[in-house]
């Protein structure tokens, strides 16, 4: 396994600083840092921007970027045992390197990059990257503060935001992903790469916002598919009676079938039954 700097191997690091994974904060650590290299080259260049990554542990990933050329990473963990490896690699790349102390899901990130887009790049947590990717999809103003994600997710949670209608995985979160961002798998993760290794592989997903995205309120979008794929074997007819209006005369105005089933609504006509919603309400 090679060495991208002169720093310790990971292995090393994680018994010094004894950051054993801990299950409760999903913890999962890269060791391979030609892995990571990967990951880090994924995002595009990086010579003239801030990176904002989540849950860095022993720091794999962020001796990647700033190997890679980032001009600044931005390290939010809320695990104490690794501040002192993560202010390791900070004086080794002098400058480069913020440590942020805290729960990424509570952190402003818009305040952190005051001077342009940020591209966030993370081998998020297990247990609350769905959420923190929700976050960043609802991002209000759009576009947002961020100009790219890169991010590692398990397979099965990957194959769930980029699906279309044309999947199986297609849901709730291929919709909103769909609507707002272009949104590519780039490769897979076997678990034998981590430590200590997961139940599932994972993968890496890409996503670039729409810089005009179709005109829509986000908070309506989510109420129709919330209807429509909480109920998802059912019709349209039945699945959307909960949203409390002429649901047959929306499904109608929208150019689809009261039949079919919210597994074979594209992203427009989801978000032509949004539309349509409001105006009825007169929203």
């Known amino acids: 396994m090679a060495q991208i700097d002169d720093l310790p191997p990971l292995r090393d690091v994680i018994e010094r600083h004894d950051l054993r994974a801990k299950k409760s904060l999903g913890q999962n650590f890269l060791l391979d840092l030609n892995l990571t290299c990967r990951i880090a080259r994924s995002a595009g260049d990086l010579s003239n921007h801030t990176i904002i990554e989540v849950g860095p542990g022993p720091g794999g990933l962020t001796r990647a970027l700033l190997h890679e050329g980032a001009k600044r990473v931005i390290a939010i963990e809320m695990d104490s045992r690794a501040l002192g490896a993560l202010e390791e690699i ?5 400058g480069r390197l ?12 818009t305040s952190l990059v005051p001077e342009g887009p940020a591209r966030i790049v993370a081998n998020l947590p ?57 949104a590519d798998k780039l490769f897979d993760v076997a678990k034998e790469c981590f430590s200590p290794p997961p139940k599932v592989t994972s993968s890496i997903v890409h996503l670039v916002p729409k810089a005009d995205p179709l005109p829509c309120r986000l908070r309506t979008l989510e109420q129709v598919t919330a209807a429509a794929f909480g109920q998802r074997r059912k019709m349209l007819r039945q699945s959307l009676k909960s949203l409390g209006v002429d649901h047959l005369r929306l499904i109608e105005e929208a150019g689809l079938e009261p039949t079919q089933r919210a597994e074979t609504v594209s992203v427009e006509g989801f978000v032509a039954m949004a539309n349509g919603l409001d105006a009825m309400r007169g929203s």
């Open 126 to 182: 297990y247990n609350v990257g769905t959420q923190l990717l929700l976050n960043w999809l609802e991002a209000d103003p759009w576009p947002p503060f961020y100009e790219s994600l890169t991010l590692m997710f398990q397979k099965e949670v990957a194959e769930r935001i980029i699906a279309t209608e044309e999947d199986k995985a297609y849901g709730r979160l291929g919709v909103i992903a769909g609507w707002r961002t272009h």
């Open 90 to 94: 900070g004086a080794h790349y002098p």
């Open 98 to 109: 913020e440590i942020i102390e805290g729960d990424a899901l509570k952190v402003d990130m």
